[in-house]
């Protein structure tokens, strides 16, 4: 991690990590691997050697694959960050003090990266795959992991959960429908918070396959 | 509406109807007042003046509002088409219904041009604008409509709703965040169709404006 590290890194790369050029190689990569096999199919060491860089040097960069994702994708905030806060409440308060803290993030001075990422989604396949990833891995897995479920469960109760923040946010800000646009963050607590308690701890129907 | 009158409106306003031209100089100007004063606002009259056309034309053209409106925004389906299917049900159905429905549509030959559209939404504010019109017009008030509710509540409610339908058209269709994405549709009713008829008729604490 110390220069002396990157030094040599660089000799064995034939990449000089000073060259401004070497980070955003590795990101240009990391973005591939992230699209192509997903947050947990990625490797640190297939994105180096796609860049031409030692491993060591995108530890040396990035810290680890959580950090190097969200430099990938460009995230306006570390979802990490936020975690304890939300599950300060318990289980019973999951649903409120996720979309609580998903105004606090969107109302706040990220709003304009957040949305930047949300449109290039939509209109990217490949970015799509990216915010996806980052949605599961950074966001749903973390919160929905909290509440010892099975694996089909927890994906699913997730996605569920998902539609309802997503959507939350695209009728807010993207779509500005009143008056759920300019309401307060509380009153949409209140009202969008116990479907989301609902998708993740509540009896429902869990989606399953076309074809079982 | 027959030639006679086509003709009629073609020698006052100087433009010739069977000019290809008109009809997209119609739909252009149609596009720029949905989206500056929305679809209540926007009248077929000033339309036709903005288009140089007579206003008889525009309902030789499109026939109403609402399909002006449709053919403006390339929506690819009329909801009112949908509608009574929707409504059949009862009050209390209408949360599947219309999930059901949305998921017909959207797991149907639509799907491209919608796909379209919501892409067009999220990069471009001026097709954010309509797209919140055909929601807010073409779509929640026909179904919050019939509930008979307080003008407040029903925008309230139509919000809320709109805001977990959305969200299930990007997480399934744009994201495509497993195992939602490629989930049956019935299972999709039963999960999420709840949540839709909890918003449209259910006790829920109707989002509030920032300052009262």
Redesign the interface.
């Given at each position: 991690m110390e220069p002396a590290d990157a030094r040599g890194v660089a000799r064995r790369s034939g990449r000089r990590p000073g060259n401004p050029g070497t980070r955003e190689a590795v990101l240009a990569a990391a973005r591939a691997a992230f699209a192509e096999r997903g947050f947990d199919g990625a490797t640190i060491r297939a994105i180096a050697t796609a860049a031409g860089v030692d491993p060591a040097l995108v530890h040396h960069y990035f810290g680890n694959k959580d950090k190097l994702f969200l430099a990938a994708v460009e995230a306006p905030e570390d979802p990490a960050e936020f975690l304890p806060e939300v599950l300060a409440g318990g289980n019973d308060r999951l649903g409120e003090n996720v979309v609580r803290m998903l105004l606090k993030v969107w109302d706040g001075p990220a709003r304009p990266a957040a949305l930047a990422l949300?449109?290039s989604?939509?209109?990217n396949e490949w970015t799509?795959k990216l915010?996806?990833e980052f949605?599961?891995s950074q966001i749903l897995r973390r919160v929905v992991g909290t509440l010892g479920l099975p694996a089909?469960e927890r994906?699913?109760r997730?996605?569920?959960a998902?539609?309802?923040?997503?959507?939350?946010v695209?009728?807010?800000y993207?779509?500005?429908?009143?008056?759920?646009?300019?309401?307060?963050p509380e009153?949409?607590v209140?009202?969008?918070g116990?479907?989301v308690q609902?998708y993740l701890t509540g009896d429902?129907?869990?989606?399953?396959?076309?074809k079982r």
């Open positions: 949300v449109r989604a939509v209109v799509a915010l996806r949605l599961v089909a994906e699913a997730g996605s569920m998902a539609s309802q923040l997503i959507g939350l695209m009728t807010r993207v779509l500005k429908v009143e008056p759920l646009a300019s309401a307060s009153s949409l209140a009202a969008i116990p479907t609902r429902v129907d869990l989606p399953a396959q076309q």
